[in-house]
């Protein structure tokens, strides 16, 4: 008997921000654990679905015929949750429990950095094995190149950006978009470059440290370009970066420097839609990977891609870090920020 004829029964839940691909990641695993007779069980509303009785009880096997036409549908069959239950030792015992009493040989869970926390969490509770799968839009985790979802949020994010140049050229306005991330500066340096926004604002290159300064700063860029007729002028900043947002810092240009911003902060519209190619493929193979992994007795481990390769990650080392956009992209951002400045219109 191999190690893989050990694994009959696999759980599955999707947990924290929902992202575009979850769903194509859903069916790959179901797909693909069925392909080596292996059952899976669905688990709603993230964690949860292991704590909470009345989420328990909508645990059910799933069949070809749950995941068929899913892989272009945004959000997640299996609903999601953030579940704060997690960091109590009460939760972890029940999950635990739960995992016991429906005979689960491992688990796959598809989510961010904090549901990989309680997924390590889970483990002093549950002897099963756990394996994660990124599917996060922030793209923040180490250890692979993308998370399912990224691609999708970027794209949603120029759609939008793209729609505001319009109508900030037509009045020759100054907008300021805010972009999702949590921490991390992914979306929007990708946003903030595929779009030539005039500025991208993140925790890369605009740490908070002198706000007055970096209003001066903003502004004498703002000054300069009205004053060479450059039109409309878009600033892209991180959420969590400037306290209050986009709305804020709107507000404090007008007040302080008396420059007129409208502010767009583009919010949840980033987390839905339907998957683009990339998030499809990447959670079809991360997903197939996933049910592989335990196949070779791989566990305790995030599947990554890397330079085009699954890798298995542990899944301590996956949250360690935030995943730090790469500096040829922030390197990109500053040299044509530059050349623009200098540039006669
Ligand atoms: O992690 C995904 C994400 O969309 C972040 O970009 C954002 O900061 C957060 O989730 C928002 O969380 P919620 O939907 O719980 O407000």
Redesign the pocket.
Known sequence: MTESAKIKRLGMLTS??D?PGMNAAIRAVVLSAHHYHIEVIGFHHGFNGLIVDDNIKQAKALLFSDVNHIIHLGGTILKSA?CPLMLEESGLLKAGKTLKDHAIDALVVIG?DGSFHGLLALQKYWSGKVIGIPG???NDLDGTDYTIGFATAVNTGIEAVDKIRDTADAFERIFIVEL???HSGH?TFNVGIACAAEQVLSFENFPVTNKKAQLEKLAEDITLAQQQHCGSYIIVIA??LWQGGAIELARALNQYKNINCTACTLG?I??GGSPVAKDRILATKMGVAAVQALLINEHNVMVGELNNMMKFIPLVESVKHHKLVSKQLIDAQENILALTAQHQW
């Open positions: 924290g921000g992202a953030r961010g996060t839009i922030d999702m991330g949590r979306i959420e969590n949840h980033q987390r």
